[in-house]
Nanobody, 121 residues
Framework: QVQLVESGGGLVQPGGSLRLSCAAS????????MEWYRQAPGKQREWVASIISGGNTNYADSVKDRFIISRDNAKNTVYLQMNSLKPEDTAVYSC???????????????WGQGTQVTVSS
């Protein structure tokens, strides 16, 4: 069974930094891309950043130049380095992976359970 487990969330002051991790485990053949999403209370889930297997990255305008997404393919792990954090970054951050379980199998979507990030003084 495939599992995505996030870690690294917590409470941080405005201007501070946090590094989130998301490790995928199970019978994974190949991961196409991994992403981070976030959802603040009372708001819709928002895409934050993506990284594909080749290393290309994309960011939401709200986090560009502050957040950095990276990936360790050998560990099936994606990271989100969050710098210059603002109170509006407060949300539950979840990772998403598009992956296949075999060489000829279809790609499916898998989600982690989320980790809380709170930016407050």
């Amino acid at each position: 069974q495939v599992q995505l487990v996030e870690s690294g969330g917590g409470l941080v002051q405005p201007g501070g930094s946090l590094r989130l991790s998301c490790a995928a485990s199970g019978p994974i053949f190949k991961i196409s891309f991994m992403e981070w999403y976030r959802q603040a209370p009372g708001k819709q889930r928002e895409w934050v950043a993506s990284i594909i297997s080749g290393g290309n990255t994309n960011y939401a305008d709200s986090v560009k130049d502050r957040f950095i997404i990276s990936r360790d393919n050998a560990k099936n792990t994606v990271y989100l380095q969050m710098n210059s954090l603002k109170p509006e970054d407060t949300a539950v951050y979840s990772c998403h992976a598009r992956l296949s379980l075999s060489s000829d199998g279809p790609y499916g979507s898998y989600w982690g359970q989320g980790t809380q990030v709170t930016v407050s003084s």
